[in-house]
């Protein structure tokens, strides 16, 4: 029995949860031009950040519809765990020589906006570009993504405790385990 109370403390011991740092706020993309743009990330948007384990989301697709260059602008408005605005500017080039359609999307400055907020939380935003190339006839438009990094935690307490999904599991394994040898103690002893 006392090792069932050990194997116990250890399991909960080992559970670990990460801690987490809710980031949330509202997103437009917008251009210099015309083309479609479809959002397809939420705004407003909510989630939780674990410090260093980034999360990619697509962002919108942007359908071009004339030959030339188009500005698009990504700004970002931060409500947690600070106020803040990110903004990320890029190039849409777009032309259709032949029956080809080619269409490129290049962020500025690296496609990185860093948000320093006043808590002393630091997050990267970084926009990756789309590059189709194809036959007209198959021209589905770009889709870039938005990556969020925590970098830094806040150093006050707007922090959250999310269990890890793993942990969880482990944590019901070494429960069912337990309960086993409970009951198998029981049957043992009956006889």
Avoid: C
């Avoid at 890029?90 to 032309?95: E, R």
């Avoid at 962020?107 to 990267?124: K, R």
């Avoid at 590059?131 to 007209?136: A, E, F, L, M, R």
């Avoid at 599991?169 to 309960?179: K, M, P, R, T, V």
Wanted: charged share 10%; aromatic share 8%.
């Amino acid at each position: 029995m006392r090792r069932l109370y050990l194997s116990a403390f250890a399991l909960i011991v080992s559970t670990a949860a990460a801690y987490a740092t809710p980031i949330t706020g509202t997103y437009s993309v917008t251009s210099s031009g015309s083309p479609t743009i479809t959002n397809i990330f939420s705004s407003p948007f909510s989630m939780d950040l674990v410090l260093g384990t980034p999360q990619t989301f697509n962002l919108a697709k942007l359908i071009e519809h004339f030959d030339g260059t188009t500005n698009i602008t990504a700004a970002f408005n931060f409500t947690l765990p600070g106020s803040g605005v990110a903004a990320i500017q890029g190039t849409d080039v777009f032309s259709t020589p032949g029956n080809s359609a080619h269409d490129s999307l290049v962020w500025g400055s690296g496609g990185l906006a860093v948000m320093n907020f006043s808590n002393g939380a630091v997050l990267d935003v970084t926009m990756a570009g789309d590059v189709y190339d194809g036959n007209s006839d198959r021209y589905a438009g770009l889709t870039p993504t938005v990556t969020f990094n925590l970098i830094t935690a806040p150093n006050n307490n707007q922090v959250t405790i999310v269990p890890e999904p793993m942990t969880i599991s482990i944590f019901s394994a070494g429960l069912i385990g337990a309960a086993a040898a409970i009951r198998r103690r029981r049957r043992t002893a009956k006889a």
